[in-house]
Protein backbone atom coordinates (compact mmCIF):
# COMPACT_ATOMS: atom_id res chain seq x y z
CA UNK A 1 0.00 0.00 0.00
CA UNK A 2 1.22 3.69 -0.86
CA UNK A 3 1.35 6.48 1.67
CA UNK A 4 2.47 9.88 0.39
CA UNK A 5 4.34 12.09 2.95
CA UNK A 6 3.73 15.86 2.52
CA UNK A 7 4.74 19.20 3.97
CA UNK A 8 9.00 18.34 4.28
CA UNK A 9 10.70 21.16 3.94
CA UNK A 10 12.76 21.67 0.71
CA UNK A 11 10.64 18.91 -1.60
CA UNK A 12 7.84 21.19 -2.31
CA UNK A 13 6.33 20.20 -5.61
CA UNK A 14 7.88 17.38 -5.20
CA UNK A 15 5.87 13.48 -4.34
CA UNK A 16 7.66 11.40 -1.97
CA UNK A 17 5.72 8.15 -1.41
CA UNK A 18 6.55 5.05 1.57
CA UNK A 19 5.23 2.12 0.09
CA UNK A 20 4.85 -0.91 3.27
CA UNK A 21 6.35 -4.33 3.00
CA UNK A 22 4.40 -6.87 1.01
CA UNK A 23 4.61 -10.70 1.67
CA UNK A 24 7.74 -11.07 -0.31
CA UNK A 25 9.04 -7.28 -1.00
CA UNK A 26 10.62 -5.25 1.41
CA UNK A 27 9.51 -1.44 2.26
CA UNK A 28 9.90 0.90 -0.99
CA UNK A 29 10.71 4.84 -0.78
CA UNK A 30 9.57 6.74 -4.42
CA UNK A 31 10.37 10.16 -4.93
CA UNK A 32 8.07 11.94 -7.68
CA UNK A 33 7.36 8.63 -8.99
CA UNK A 34 10.93 6.48 -9.36
CA UNK A 35 11.84 3.99 -6.58
CA UNK A 36 15.15 5.13 -4.76
CA UNK A 37 17.94 2.75 -3.75
CA UNK A 38 18.97 2.64 -0.27
CA UNK A 39 22.70 2.59 0.18
CA UNK A 40 23.38 0.60 3.75
CA UNK A 41 20.32 1.41 4.93
CA UNK A 42 19.80 4.78 3.54
CA UNK A 43 18.50 6.77 0.83
CA UNK A 44 19.80 10.20 -0.98
CA UNK A 45 17.21 12.52 -2.21
CA UNK A 46 17.90 15.63 -3.74
CA UNK A 47 16.02 18.91 -2.53
CA UNK A 48 14.11 21.15 -5.16
CA UNK A 49 17.25 23.52 -5.23
CA UNK A 50 19.30 20.18 -5.66
CA UNK A 51 21.28 19.70 -2.56
CA UNK A 52 21.03 15.93 -1.40
CA UNK A 53 19.93 15.17 1.89
CA UNK A 54 20.33 11.82 3.88
CA UNK A 55 16.82 10.02 4.43
CA UNK A 56 16.23 6.56 6.58
CA UNK A 57 13.60 4.60 7.48
CA UNK A 58 12.80 3.98 10.98
CA UNK A 59 10.22 1.17 11.64
CA UNK A 60 8.59 -1.11 14.45
CA UNK A 61 7.61 -4.58 14.47
CA UNK A 62 3.97 -3.43 15.03
CA UNK A 63 3.60 -0.75 12.76
CA UNK A 64 3.87 -2.05 9.05
CA UNK A 65 4.20 1.51 7.57
CA UNK A 66 7.64 3.23 8.65
CA UNK A 67 8.37 6.69 9.44
CA UNK A 68 10.78 8.66 7.50
CA UNK A 69 13.28 10.38 9.50
CA UNK A 70 15.12 13.99 7.24
CA UNK A 71 17.66 15.58 8.62
CA UNK A 72 16.94 13.87 12.11
CA UNK A 73 12.93 14.83 11.93
CA UNK A 74 10.59 12.16 11.89
CA UNK A 75 7.70 12.25 9.40
CA UNK A 76 4.99 10.36 9.66
CA UNK A 77 2.91 9.03 6.01
CA UNK A 78 -0.11 7.53 8.89
CA UNK A 79 -1.39 8.62 11.83
CA UNK A 80 -0.07 6.34 15.04
CA UNK A 81 -2.12 3.10 15.58
CA UNK A 82 -4.86 4.12 18.79
CA UNK A 83 -3.79 2.22 21.71
CA UNK A 84 -7.04 0.38 21.42
CA UNK A 85 -5.99 -0.60 18.24
CA UNK A 86 -2.64 -2.50 19.56
CA UNK A 87 -4.53 -3.66 21.68
CA UNK A 88 -6.59 -5.69 20.08
CA UNK A 89 -3.78 -6.19 17.50
CA UNK A 90 -1.83 -7.41 20.17
CA UNK A 91 -4.29 -9.97 21.48
CA UNK A 92 -2.58 -13.05 19.65
CA UNK A 93 0.57 -12.88 21.36
CA UNK A 94 -0.82 -13.91 24.43
CA UNK A 95 -0.45 -17.44 23.05
CA UNK A 96 3.30 -16.78 23.64
CA UNK A 97 2.64 -17.28 27.28
CA UNK A 98 0.44 -20.43 26.74
CA UNK A 99 1.59 -22.11 23.85
CA UNK A 100 5.31 -22.23 23.37
CA UNK A 101 7.18 -21.67 20.60
CA UNK A 102 4.30 -23.42 18.15
CA UNK A 103 2.06 -20.48 19.99
CA UNK A 104 4.17 -17.78 19.88
CA UNK A 105 5.04 -18.83 16.06
CA UNK A 106 1.15 -18.33 15.63
CA UNK A 107 0.64 -15.24 18.06
CA UNK A 108 3.15 -13.43 16.33
CA UNK A 109 2.29 -13.93 12.52
CA UNK A 110 -1.35 -13.65 13.57
CA UNK A 111 -0.25 -10.01 15.64
CA UNK A 112 1.82 -8.61 12.83
CA UNK A 113 -1.22 -9.54 10.29
CA UNK A 114 -3.61 -7.77 12.37
CA UNK A 115 -1.84 -4.62 12.73
CA UNK A 116 -1.36 -4.91 8.91
CA UNK A 117 -5.42 -5.54 8.56
CA UNK A 118 -5.36 -1.91 10.60
CA UNK A 119 -3.95 0.08 8.00
CA UNK A 120 -6.40 -0.90 4.96
CA UNK A 121 -8.87 1.18 4.09
CA UNK A 122 -11.16 -1.22 5.18
CA UNK A 123 -14.66 -0.10 7.40
CA UNK A 124 -13.54 0.59 10.65
CA UNK A 125 -15.98 -1.70 12.40
CA UNK A 126 -14.87 -4.28 9.49
CA UNK A 127 -11.42 -4.24 10.71
CA UNK A 128 -12.09 -5.68 14.12
CA UNK A 129 -14.48 -8.38 12.93
CA UNK A 130 -11.13 -9.31 10.53
CA UNK A 131 -8.54 -8.85 12.81
CA UNK A 132 -11.01 -11.07 15.30
CA UNK A 133 -11.43 -13.67 12.61
CA UNK A 134 -7.46 -13.62 12.31
CA UNK A 135 -6.85 -13.85 16.41
CA UNK A 136 -9.32 -16.91 16.74
CA UNK A 137 -8.17 -18.63 13.49
CA UNK A 138 -4.39 -18.40 15.12
CA UNK A 139 -5.89 -20.17 18.05
CA UNK A 140 -7.73 -22.79 16.23
CA UNK A 141 -3.95 -23.34 14.10
CA UNK A 142 -2.05 -23.68 17.37
CA UNK A 143 -4.83 -26.26 18.64
CA UNK A 144 -4.30 -28.15 15.41
CA UNK A 145 -0.81 -28.20 15.00
CA UNK A 146 -0.09 -29.14 18.61
CA UNK A 147 -2.28 -32.10 18.01
CA UNK A 148 -1.04 -33.23 15.05
CA UNK A 149 2.54 -32.41 16.45
CA UNK A 150 1.71 -34.63 19.46
CA UNK A 151 0.10 -37.35 16.92
CA UNK A 152 3.09 -37.29 14.71
CA UNK A 153 5.70 -38.30 18.17
CA UNK A 154 3.72 -40.45 19.78
CA UNK A 155 4.02 -42.91 16.82
Keep these: MDYPI ?4 GFEGRTIVLRSAGILSGVGLYLDGEPVKPSWGKYTLPRSDG ?3 QVTLRS ?3 DPVPQLVVDGQV ?3 VKPLAWYELAWSGLPVFLVFVGGALG ?3 GMIAAYSNSRI ?3 RLHPALKYVVTGAVSATAVVAWLVLGLLISLA ?3
Design 6 to 9: NDIP
Design 60 to 62: NFV
Design 104 to 106: ALC
Design 75 to 77: YSA
Design 153 to 155: LQG
Design 51 to 53: TQV
Design 118 to 120: FRT
